[in-house]
């Protein structure tokens, strides 16, 4: 190996020594790219959906059953030659430990004409609106081939009463102001719909609100 001189020592320790500090040296090093800045955490607002409003009651809690009622809203259960003897609406399939109710009322006074025809199931073992749904469509049926005509209107929510649950009720347009209107309650095990002759839908919830205060228990 070669020896160096003093001067040359020297010089090849200083350059050295210059790349050294060079290399370690942040201002000579590429200017890394800034990092992205970390993304806001949530809000409550944001992070929590709100869940929709509910234009029904809460059902009411435990197993209700159905029962006939001599009367119910202020209403005469029918009876005698005149009062409905079959079941002229499909309940659907009915299973042990199910109640079936079928009749219909007379309102005050009245002593001709149609009366207001009740049907309901109780211990129902599907979702009651399900079960609503298919004896609303079977009464629908009933109502046009007895006297009503049109094409059923929306159902509207009403005051259910106090079982909670759902109450409905839609009317049958016809050329008179007053038409045929339908109602149907459904609740945790029951379900039921009404058909009432010549009435207005609100008049129709109130009243069948309260047969339900005496039908259901």
Known sequence: MPSLGPRTLLATIAL???LTLTACDPAAEAEAPPAPPAPPAP?????????????????????????E????????????????????VDPGEMRDGMHLVVADYNRAGQTSG????FVGVDSVPEDPNKR????????????????????????KPYQPGPFGGSLECLSLPESANNTDVICGWSDTTTAAVALFPRTTPADAARLFGAMRADLEH
């Open 43 to 67: 809000s409550a607002a944001s992070a929590t959906a709100s869940a929709p409003a509910s234009s029904t009651s809460p059902a009411g809690s435990g197993k209700h059953t159905l029962a």
């Open 132 to 155: 609503r749904e298919h004896l609303w469509r079977g009464l629908i049926d009933y109502a046009l081939q007895n006297g009503s005509t049109g094409t059923p209107t929306t159902a």
């Open 16 to 18: 050295t020594t210059t």
């Open 114 to 117: 149609r009366r207001i025809l």
């Open 69 to 88: 009622a001599a009367t119910a809203g202020g209403l005469t259960k029918a009876t005698g030659a005149g009062a409905v003897s079959d079941v002229p």
